[in-house]
């Protein structure tokens, strides 16, 4: 696209044309001659060679080519409109954003306590806590999306600094008559010596004794899958 570079000015008009799916209205919107609008994409369609809009009587609509420009036109006007809001929370004292990315467990049990207690002793910081599964937060981590994760331990963690945070005890259920009932503490490679009933394949507990299980290069071997822990007791 030699002779055009992206601007905001004509990325904010292609997105207002498309929403209103009519160049005068979106022209109208933006405060702007309908010609101005209609030369700014002209400019852009001429130095790709292609066509973004399908002009007609009832208005217009992005072409293949339209719709990918206008989705990353999206994302580069929201990049800037988070931009522009992290710079005025600098003018304004912030002195730092940390991207916390955390799987449910963590969020709901440890973490709102120590974020809290962190954001008391550094009043300004902000800190963005999003909720995503173990896999997504290392992956965010490794991929720079988040500054922070907190995550099981069987995901993969290639090419992260990884530190313990915290510890959950697993405690297995049993009938009084089972070959396992009178054990003070039973290993996991006792466990996998016998047939389970398990929460649904997919399930944040299925995944991570699946881990579990693929370190000791071992299958768990399942009866049966519930959707809760109640039904498992009930089993």
């Not at 809009?53 to 339209?66: E, H, I, N, Q, S």
């Not at 916390?100 to 954001?119: C, N, Q």
């Not at 070959?179 to 016998?194: C, K, R, T």
Request: glycine share 8%; net charge negative.
């Amino acid at each position: 696209m030699s002779g055009w570079r992206p601007d905001l000015t004509t990325l904010k008009l292609f997105v207002a044309v498309c929403d209103e799916a009519s160049i005068t209205k979106a022209a109208e919107r933006e405060a702007i001659a309908p010609s101005a609008v209609s030369k700014r994409i002209a400019e852009v369609e001429s130095a790709a060679g292609v066509m973004l809009l399908v002009r007609g009587g009832r208005g217009v609509k992005p072409t293949a080519a339209g719709q990918a420009f206008l989705e990353h036109a999206r994302r580069i006007l929201e990049s800037t409109t988070l931009l522009e809001a992290e710079l005025e929370e600098y003018g304004q004292g912030a002195r730092g954003h940390v991207r916390l990315w955390a799987h449910i467990s963590s969020m709901v049990e440890l973490l709102p306590k120590d974020v809290t207690a962190f954001m008391l002793q550094h009043p300004n910081v902000r800190v963005d806590l999003q909720e995503r599964v173990s896999s997504a937060v290392a992956q965010g981590v490794r991929e720079g999306a988040a500054d922070l994760g907190v995550c099981l331990s069987t995901v993969d963690l290639f090419g992260v600094r990884q530190y313990p945070y915290s510890r959950d005890e697993l405690v297995l259920v049993c009938r009084d008559d089972h070959a396992l009932a009178n054990e003070a503490a039973v290993d996991f490679d006792q466990v996998m010596a016998h047939d389970l009933v398990g929460l649904q394949p997919g399930s944040r507990m299925e995944t991570f004794l699946a881990g579990l299980a693929a370190r000791k290069g071992r299958k768990l071997r399942y009866r049966s899958h519930v959707s809760t822990y109640e039904a498992a007791l009930a089993t």
